[in-house]
Nanobody, 115 residues
Framework: QVQLVESGGGLVQAGGSLRLSCAAS????????MGWFRQAPGKQREVVAVITPGGSTNYADSVKGRFTISTDNAKNTVYLQMNSLKPEDTAVYYC?????????WGQGTQVTVSS
């Protein structure tokens, strides 16, 4: 089973940027769409961005124009570039297949945006 490990989170001021990384233990990006998800305290987990093996992308309305999802197949890594961060982006961010599979959730990476 492929394992996914997220990294790159941290504390940033509103308007700042972060780049999240998700390293996979195997080559899955060529056969499966990948997604970034997030869960804020007291809220349900939501999808943020999805990228297909062909490179098509989709974004939640709340992050369109600010976030960019991309993959590096050679490194088995999917990225989430987050610009113009807002306090409401504060959450634990996870990567997973899209649609997600419960067995693939990792530990996530915390993103905190201060106002």
């Amino acid at each position: 089973q492929v394992q996914l490990v997220e990294s790159g989170g941290g504390l940033v001021q509103a308007g700042g940027s972060l780049r999240l990384s998700c390293a996979a233990s195997g080559s899955i990006f060529s056969i499966s769409a990948m997604g970034w998800f997030r869960q804020a305290p007291g809220k349900q987990r939501e999808v943020v961005a999805v990228i297909t093996p062909g490179g098509s992308t989709n974004y939640a309305d709340s992050v369109k124009g600010r976030f960019t999802i991309s993959t590096d197949n050679a490194k088995n890594t999917v990225y989430l570039q987050m610009n113009s961060l807002k306090p409401e982006d504060t959450a634990v961010y996870y990567c997973n297949l899209a649609p997600f599979l419960d067995d693939y959730w990792g530990q996530g990476t915390q993103v905190t945006v201060s106002s």
